[in-house]
């Protein structure tokens, strides 16, 4: 079609994408267009604007390498990570739900462990945390042989794949769930921390005010055939940022109750306090299937993530 003016330009485009084989991708992209189309003239998006917008899509790509996911965080804070998952999950967004972000830090290969084992895998500070989990289905019932990811960040707010000083693997650990579908494991109170500002992510934090703090939280990965695999991140409710997340990841399903005890460790060689938690994932009926891991590699030295320096560890916020 020779384009005559303004108005045929989104008839031309969507007469194109009628012709791709694949009836999802039509639908997909035939709805991305409306709405694309539809922005730039209730904006009425200027010349300039337009090329600081492929400047930035650009830009998200020049950010990401194999240790940092840029279109994850990007993704996060706009809200569009938890709208997707929480449509997804829970019947269609239909019921309460235990799914959440999978954040951009998950590894593939973590550390095979027994239950009540410990992920601290190298001297990692911080006030120790025993856990326990129960896996279930919709209708109660255990689900057993579940293999269950665990990954957190340290009390200086860094995961090992950021830090250089910790071992490889550090605070990361692969269980099996029992016959009675639980699981548990030693660990230390994660920290709440900055996600990178360095990149056009920051960009649109300072443009609005916004700080760059998540909460402290706990990841969660749970694999088993039969069933959809579940990603969760079990927050703590007392975090300062627990109600301004930078990535819009809370839901109040997901607030944990992380019980401080001032006595009766444990175990040999525990400090007072320590933290326990109990909490109960539920799994819905689906396909298992792994994600792709947002990160491949380790950095091997801090300068080389110049964002995650404790030094500038406090919130930013836009002057």
């Not at 991140?233 to 109600?243: A, H, M, R, T």
């Not at 809370?250 to 938690?277: N, Q």
């Amino acid at each position: 079609m020779i384009i005559d003016g303004p108005d045929s330009v989104t008839k031309a485009v969507l007469d194109e994408i009628a012709h791709a084989p694949n009836p999802r991708f039509r639908e997909v992209m035939s709805a991305l267009v409306k709405h694309l189309h539809a922005f730039v003239r209730e904006v009425k998006l200027s010349e300039e604007e337009f090329h600081q917008a492929c400047a930035i899509v650009n830009s998200i790509g020049q950010s990401s390498n194999s240790f940092h996911n840029e279109a994850v965080l990007m993704s996060g804070s706009l809200g569009v990570s938890t709208l997707v998952c929480l449509l997804n999950n829970g019947a269609n967004g239909a019921t309460e739900t235990t799914a959440n972000l999978l954040g951009p830090f998950w590894r593939l290969d973590s550390p095979r462990t027994e239950s009540g084992g410990s992920i601290i895998r190298s001297q990692t500070p911080g006030p120790e945390l025993f856990v326990n989990i129960l896996v279930q289905d919709r209708k109660g019932q255990p689900v057993a042989d579940a293999e269950v990811d665990v990954w957190q960040s340290s009390t200086e707010g860094l995961y090992e794949n950021q830090d250089p000083t910790q071992a490889d693997m550090n605070l990361r650990g692969k269980f099996t769930t029992g016959k009675d579908g639980r699981f548990s494991f030693r660990s230390i109170k994660p920290a709440g921390y900055p996600i990178p500002i360095t990149g056009p992510v920051g960009d649109l934090l300072k443009a609005q005010g916004r700080h760059n703090m998540r909460p402290a939280h706990l990841h969660f990965l749970i694999y088993k055939t039969g069933l959809k695999t579940h990603i969760s991140q079990v927050y703590l409710p007392d975090d300062p940022n627990i109600e301004t997340d930078v990535q819009f990841g809370v839901t109040k399903r997901l607030l944990g109750e992380f019980v401080r005890h001032d006595d009766k460790p444990p175990a040999p060689g525990v400090k007072t306090p320590w933290y326990s938690l109990d909490y109960t994932f539920i799994m819905d009926q689906g396909v298992a299937k792994l994600p792709r891991p947002p990160i491949q590699d380790k950095a091997t030295s801090m300068e080389m993530r110049p964002e995650y320096l404790p030094a500038n560890r406090a919130p930013a916020m836009a002057k």
